[in-house]
């Protein structure tokens, strides 16, 4: 089993910074595999980025970094310059064998 939970979460001005971690634990192979979603209330669940390729969604290009420690089983999320739309629950993912494994989510809030 997987086990994916993270932290980091908070409310920040516009403009700010955050740094969301994810700390894996169970059967995880490579820190390769994973990456960075979130979900704002009334929206489906979307990509913010993954590790591997360096992919990332076209609103957070050159504004958020993910980053990752394969001996820690961690990954990271930096959030520069954010904004209110960048408001959302974020979840950390696992990918492995065609199956999807999700934390519980930390929320970020953007506003004044």
């Known amino acids: 089993q997987v086990q994916l939970v993270e932290s980091g979460g908070g409310l920040v001005q516009p403009g700010g910074s955050l740094r969301l971690s994810c700390a894996a634990s169970?059967?995880?192979?490579?820190?390769?595999?994973m990456g960075w979603y979130r979900q704002a209330p009334g929206k489906q669940r979307e990509l913010v980025a993954r590790?591997?390729?360096?992919v990332y969604a076209d609103s957070v290009k050159g504004r958020f970094t993910i980053s990752g420690d394969n001996a820690k089983n961690m990954v990271y999320l930096q959030m520069n310059s954010l904004k209110p739309e960048d408001t959302a629950m974020y979840y950390c993912?696992?990918?492995?064998?065609?199956?999807?494994?999700w934390g519980q989510g930390t929320q970020v809030t953007v506003s004044s």
């Open positions: 169970g059967s995880i192979s490579s820190i390769n595999a």
């Open positions: 993912n696992y990918f492995k064998y065609l199956k999807n494994y």
């Open positions: 590790i591997t390729g360096g």
